[in-house]
Nanobody
Framework: VQLVASGGGLVQAGGSLRLSCAAS????????MGWYRQAPGKQRELVAT????????YYADSVKGRFTISRDNAKNTMYLQMNSLKPEDTAVYYC????????WGQGTQVTVSS
């Protein structure tokens, strides 16, 4: 089982990034998946979730209207389009199932400069 998050980087405030989460070793298409993030000195928090078929999504209030979660079950991949980024979005971003049943991957660092 492996979850590999990628696509992070350094961006100025107001910029955009698109994160990807490639899953292997699981039946990806039946899982409700989520993006999580952990900022320095803070607990890991839920950012967004998407149901198995992609029909229902959830967003934390802090990212609603700016981030969009999506998935491609044929590619076993989930995405997070992040627009209008703010310095407070700086964190390591991880993917996992909504019920946190899989080992955490290495995450991808997102740094937003002001």
């Amino acid at each position: 089982v492996q979850l590999v998050a990628s696509g992070g980087g350094l961006v100025q405030a107001g910029g955009s990034l698109r994160l990807s989460c490639a899953a292997s070793g699981i039946i990806f298409s039946i899982k409700t998946m989520g993006w999580y993030r952990q900022a320095p000195g803070k607990q890991r928090e839920l950012v967004a979730t998407i149901t198995s078929g992609g029909g229902n999504t959830y967003y934390a209030d802090s990212v609603k209207g700016r981030f969009t979660i999506s998935r491609d079950n044929a590619k076993n991949t989930m995405y997070l389009q992040m627009n209008s980024l703010k310095p407070e979005d700086t964190a390591v971003y991880y993917c996992n199932t909504r019920s946190l049943t899989l080992p955490w991957g290495q995450g991808t660092q997102v740094t937003v400069s002001s």
